[in-house]
């Protein structure tokens, strides 16, 4: 996959960063975000490894091929074609495709719900590695990514204010420092709508009827122009994908996106 790689790092040589990282391993010794166990080993850690213990990490489902060529959604059993699955046959979605690097329970359930609802701003870093590997997918293995950008799927500014931040947003820093992709807030939500997890897939496609729009470009903010760019909407959980069909219809509608790829940590 091109990216462009990661942010220069504070400490430059890999053997001092090393050195660095056993050290704090040593004086700070690792606990698991998710079950706050103690971890073993210093400073060998990559990845997930980083943050999540062997029991927590087991926990985690990948969601594997077959899926869903459409919205991710995971097969059961096996499948050599290509498919479509029951909830999108028939439907045009406004993304190309959506990807989520895993199922929606357990620890994963456990963490975003402390990072949404307990504003535990802290997991943005475990979970943006969780998500990392939803990039995974052959359809993007043979992008220049570094030519993408990552746009959130925003929150309203009342909600964002009392939550003190924007949950995909964050996700979106997190991946932009990770692989070099730039991170843009290309939209915005109009009006607040009620909590979307008891409705249907109808009522919430209606809920959101004109509820995204651009996001204004002022003198001291201007926003950068996405005509014929390819787009990662970024978001924490997927469920309908109702949401994400909004906002990649105003991506490409509005601001003349010529792609939409969703990526989200969670497929619930
Ligand atoms: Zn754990
Ligand atoms: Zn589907």
Redesign the pocket.
């Known amino acids: 996959m091109a990216y462009p790689g990661p942010h220069e790092p504070l400490i430059t040589s890999p053997i001092l960063r090393q050195a660095s990282r056993i050290l704090l391993d040593t004086v700070f010794p690792r606990?698991?975000?998710?079950?706050?166990?103690p971890?073993e080993g210093t400073g060998q850690h990559q990845g997930i490894a980083v943050w999540?213990?062997?029991?927590?990490?087991a926990?985690l489902e990948p969601i594997e091929p077959p899926y869903c060529s459409v919205c991710g959604e995971s097969f059961g059993g096996p499948m050599t074609r290509e498919f479509r699955c029951s909830n999108c046959d028939g439907r045009r979605m406004a993304f190309d495709f959506a990807l989520s690097a895993f199922k929606a329970h357990g620890?994963l359930r456990e963490l975003i719900h402390h990072f949404k609802y307990g504003r535990d701003l802290s997991l943005r870093g475990v979970l943006a590695e969780i998500l990392k590997p939803a990039m995974n997918d052959p359809r993007l293995a043979g992008e220049d990514l570094s030519k993408w950008v990552l746009v959130p799927v925003p929150l309203h500014f009342l909600r964002e204010m009392r939550r003190e931040f924007n949950q995909s947003w964050e996700l979106c820093r997190m991946l932009a420092g990770m692989t070099g992709i730039p991170a843009v807030q290309a939209l915005r939500r109009t009006r607040l709508t009620s909590t979307q997890a008891k409705l249907h897939r109808q009522q919430r496609l209606d809920n959101l009827r004109g509820v995204f729009a651009l996001r204004r470009a002022f003198p001291w903010r201007p926003q950068p122009d996405l005509n014929g760019r390819k787009i990662l909407l970024v978001d924490d959980v997927l469920t309908t994908g109702a949401t994400a069909h909004e906002c990649a219809k105003i991506l490409k509608r509005d601001a003349g996106a010529e792609k939409v790829v969703v990526i989200t940590a969670a497929r619930g």
């Open positions: 606990i698991c975000t998710a079950c706050e166990a971890m999540l213990c062997q029991a927590c990490m926990d620890v």
